[in-house]
């Protein structure tokens, strides 16, 4: 068995994650000069460069890239190989999940994981977009983008679309319809999805990475027709649609993740038809890591917070 010098992968990993050679070696406790000598000791070895250096730039080049993926996992496996040898019972687990999904719905509920998973790290690793999966990333992923080789997954919600305005509008829009003798005294119980278009809309690009794509996929759901010199209220994500729909500024689309009218005093659910995506989220991770207890821990927490949430 011809190996490279371990001692160098660990500074290898390392500089590779921080791209830097100082933050590695203040994270290491070794002298810069050290680290670079561990590189070239690597490079030597395996007779490839592993890094491109640009001035002050670094980044790995193909064949650094390669080895990397083979080197991180194995690395964080003997990691958590010796923690357990060691009986030492505290794990690291880093979930990587979307910002919305983060802070709308798990960021609230990993008080009651942190209570009954005291032995467990979670480190959340926030997405702005759905990347490739991999250990450099995340040990778990919460994604759309679950269907990847070497990768199990477990399916948390399905993306539902309904519409959303704040109390005080929904009241606004039932004085308009009766006054238009669309609905009699007594609330609806629904309305049709057309009333709408009597009213502000407020989109969200980030839905569709498209300005005015949600509502006219919604209507299009609902078998109506949004028409073309509709005047949309653009928001770049459904944040900030949301918040203008709060403070009575028109009719925003949700979906369960993000909103809870139920428990929401602010906001009320519209009684129209909701729109299925396509999108489902998933619990995905490495099949060979599948029975490690932080992961099934986690997974099990999930699928229980899911079920909870009426997904």
């Known amino acids: 068995m011809k190996l490279p010098p371990l001692k160098t992968l660990p500074a290898f990993e390392t500089v590779a994650r921080l791209n830097s050679f100082s933050r590695a070696a203040e994270e290491l406790n070794l002298t810069q000069s050290a680290i ?4 070239r000791a690597l490079e030597d070895s395996l007779g490839e460069a592993l890094f491109i250096r640009a001035g002050r730039k670094l980044s790995l080049t193909e064949a650094g890239e390669q080895f990397l993926d083979a080197v991180a996992p194995a690395l964080a496996q003997i990691e958590r190989a010796a923690s357990r040898l060691r009986g030492s019972s505290d794990e690291r687990l880093r979930l990587a999940v979307p910002s919305s999904l983060a802070v709308c719905w798990l960021i609230p509920r990993l008080p009651q994981f ?23 990333i995340a040990d778990c992923f919460l ?49 049709h999805p057309e009333w709408l278009l009597r009213f502000r809309l407020l989109s969200a690009a980030s839905l569709f990475d498209q300005p005015g794509e949600d509502w006219r996929r919604w209507f299009e759901a609902a078998g109506s027709e949004l028409p073309k010199s509709t005047r949309l209220h653009h928001f770049s994500h459904m944040l900030l649609a949301h918040e203008a729909a709060r403070h009575d500024q028109g009719i925003a689309l949700a979906n369960d993740y993000m909103i809870d009218t139920a428990a929401d005093p602010d906001l009320e659910r519209l009684p129209v038809p909701s729109m299925n995506t396509g999108d489902e989220f998933h619990l995905a991770y490495k099949t060979s890591r599948r029975n490690e207890p932080a992961i099934r821990a986690l997974d099990g927490w999930l699928q229980e917070q899911a079920a909870r949430s009426g997904w």
């Open 114 to 136: 942190q209570r009954q998973h005291p032995e467990i790290d979670l480190e959340l690793e926030m997405l702005s977009d759905m990347p490739q999966m991999s250990d450099r």
């Open 143 to 191: 994604t759309v983008r679950y269907a990847q080789r070497g990768y199990q997954s477990r399916r948390l919600y399905v993306e539902q679309l309904f519409a959303i305005c704040s109390r005080q509008y929904w009241q606004q829009m039932q004085k308009r319809l009766k006054e238009d003798g669309l609905i009699e005294n007594e609330e609806p119980r629904t309305i």
């Open 36 to 39: 670079s000598h561990q590189i």
